[in-house]
């Protein structure tokens, strides 16, 4: 598979998500993201300036050489990517992890494997901050989101996850969009 040049579209491009992702961090002394589905890095490169520690999880290796350049190119040591099906590197990786310090950026998907329910099978119970790129926002339908096989990608969707994830989880969304538009969802543990 070849990997496009999107050249902006990627979810950093949103200045308000930036933003979010910063209070985020500050909020919860967030010292290190998670990040599935990185494409070609851009997103994880600016991460990279936001927190300590930034675990980039790709499952085309290509895209991970693509991100590993980028991150070269500007000097970033502070990344390790892990090349895999993400809901398996998760498994592996989640124990050596502080959940509490954590946000998980979920956004691996395409294909006909959508991976998302398996990756928060994985997360550590009642731990951290997730949130969900490409999500249905309610009454924004100018926010675009992801449907695989006809379902959309819907908190309904990842419901059950979420419960077993945390029973008292909560569900923010963004309501303003700038650069790729698209719907996105803050799950916390509370």
Avoid at 13 to 34: G, R
Avoid at 74 to 80: G, K, L, S
Avoid at 136 to 159: R, W
Wanted: hydrophobic fraction near 35%; charged fraction near 25%.
């Amino acid at each position: 598979m070849a990997l496009m040049n999107t050249n902006g579209n990627y979810a950093l491009d949103d200045t308000f998500l930036k933003a979010k992702f910063d209070e985020i961090i500050k909020k919860y002394s967030i010292n290190t993201v998670v990040e599935t589905g990185i494409h070609e890095g851009r997103t994880t490169l600016e991460l990279s300036y936001m927190v300590d520690k930034v675990i980039g999880v790709e499952i085309l290796q290509e895209a991970a050489d693509v991100t590993r350049k980028r991150l070269d190119e500007h000097q970033r040591t502070n990344v390790d990517l892990f090349v895999g099906n993400s809901p398996d590197v998760l498994k592996e990786i989640v124990p050596t992890l502080d959940g509490d310090k954590c946000l998980f950026f979920l956004d691996a998907h395409w294909n006909n494997y959508w991976p998302i329910n398996d990756e928060i099978s994985h997360l550590p119970k009642n731990k951290g901050v997730i949130v969900v790129h490409d999500f249905v926002v309610p009454n924004h339908p100018e926010l675009g989101f992801d449907s695989y096989h006809g379902q959309p990608f819907t908190y309904e969707f990842i419901k059950e996850s979420l419960t077993e994830w945390s029973p008292n989880h909560r569900v923010e969304y963004n309501s303003q969009s700038n650069g790729s538009r698209r719907g996105v969802g803050f799950i916390y543990n509370e």
